[in-house]
């Protein structure tokens, strides 16, 4: 019986050490000195591809990518076979053989290109059978093969061409009407036709035109039905009325994401009938007022960075789900209480002209974690300010006009990561605030507070209690 066991255990042993050795000797397709094959094949900086390495020991690897190096075609029986993912990345290609994706043709879902000099769309696309993402990104391309596009419309249900030089609605577009998602960035289309859409109004969910050369909201979104996502940031849309369009949609009640930023925007929209809007964009426009009643009470981020807002808009205070609030490079001068909802966790206020933080200011924002005020000519930050901000994970106070260390900081957590500078040194009465060093000490080695007093003593001796 001893014996018996002590054989079987002898087998499992020797299988274990052959799977091991099995598993050493399977190596990548290419030169381990030239790719690294961990999960994927990841080639950087190659000048030219290599040659490909067959036989029973190769791994079966799935991704291929090769990023930034000198490329400059994909010639035939280049790459390995049975690949899922091909993504090719800053590199000068050219050319890419007709049959270069036969050894995956009932395989790749993914191919991906940026930044190479192809002027022509590659007719190995053709071949792929499976094709579900094409991505084509900072390409020159001047030919579009309608016969390989036809080819692979059906199965394509994410396709991006971005910055590829069409400057015309693409009418081949139609044929893909499996498209989930839409993304023609880039491109200087200018205008596009009102039936551009017809044939995907029930399918495309995501659809991107940043930087296109619009100037007018187009009529073709009219046919879109099951769009959650749009974005039109980049474009000169400077009538309201434009926007306002967005909201009369079939999507208007399914759309959950709106891009606006540097549209060229000097008001902003009634978009009250987009009841499912979670996200909006409005920065880097010129918007100085937000009318009361026009934003949604769905929203959990609003972006209204870089605009000319000399206060809070009202409509904000009553959104109860609003969680991200981006205001800054605007003109507020002050803050009414409770302007915030209390859903408010990140709130950015900096490069604005606030003088003053009061103990109302951020009243009632107890989930807040994250609170931005640089670049702000604060000189006075009133003792109870941060008293209901008990969640505060960041402050931060970089040039500040403050001349001495305020008593509001004794109210904040020891864990809050507090960043501050001011543009003199402050003024540091004898002896320090209790509340102060107290708070001071519970911080520990958790950070130090590199400023002087203006006797020229460092702030972390001050605030530790050795006052001269």
Known sequence: MVMELTRNLHIVLLIGVVCVVQAIAVICPYSDLICSCDSEI?????????????????????????????????????LPPGLTLIELSSHPISSIADDAFDSSADTLETFTIKESHLTSLPTALKKLSKLIRLFIDDTPIQVW??????????????????????????????????????????NPLNAIPDDAFNSLKESVTVLELRNTGLTHVPQALSTLSSLISLDLRNNNFTDVSEIERIAGSPF??????????????????????????????????????????????????LYLSN??????????????????????????KEIEPTSFPSSLVYLDLHFNNLTVITNTTFTHLSLLEHLLL?????????????????????????????????????????????????????SCPCPAPRELVEWYSSRALFSTIHLYCS???LID??????CR
Do not use: M
Request: proline fraction near 6%.
């Open 455 to 457: 006797s020229g003593q």
């Open 307 to 332: 605009n000319s807002l000399s206060s809070v808009p009202q409509d904000v205070a009553f959104l109860n789900s609003l969680t991200d609030l981006y205001l800054s490079n605007n003109r507020i």
């Open 145 to 186: 093969d309608t016969a390989t596009l036809k080819q692979i419309a059906p199965t394509v249900e994410n396709l991006a061409l971005r910055n590829v030089s069409l400057s015309t609605w693409p009418s081949w577009i139609s044929d893909f009407n499996s498209l989930l998602t839409l993304d023609l960035s880039g």
């Open 461 to 466: 001796s001050y605030l530790s209690g050795q």
């Open 42 to 78: 990841l080639c950087y900086g190659l000048q030219q591809i290599p040659p490909l390495i067959t036989g029973d020991n190769v791994g079966k690897f799935t991704y291929l990518t090769f990023q930034v190096g000198n490329i400059t075609n994909i010639p035939s029986n280049s």
């Open 252 to 301: 208007a009640r399914n759309l959950t994401d709106l891009f606006l930023d540097s549209s060229g925007l000097t008001g902003a929209a009634n978009l009250t009938n987009l009841t499912s809007l979670k996200v909006i964009g409005l920065s880097n426009n010129r918007i100085s007022d937000v009318a009361a009643g026009s934003l949604p009470r769905s929203l959990i981020a």
């Open 374 to 426: 640089n670049f702000n000519p604060i000189s006075t930050i009133e003792p109870a300010a941060f008293s209901d901000l008990v969640s505060l994970q960041q402050l931060s106070l970089i040039e500040t006009h403050l001349t001495e260390i305020p008593l509001a900081f004794s109210l904040l957590s020891p864990q809050t990561d507090l960043s501050i500078t001011t543009t003199q040194p402050f």
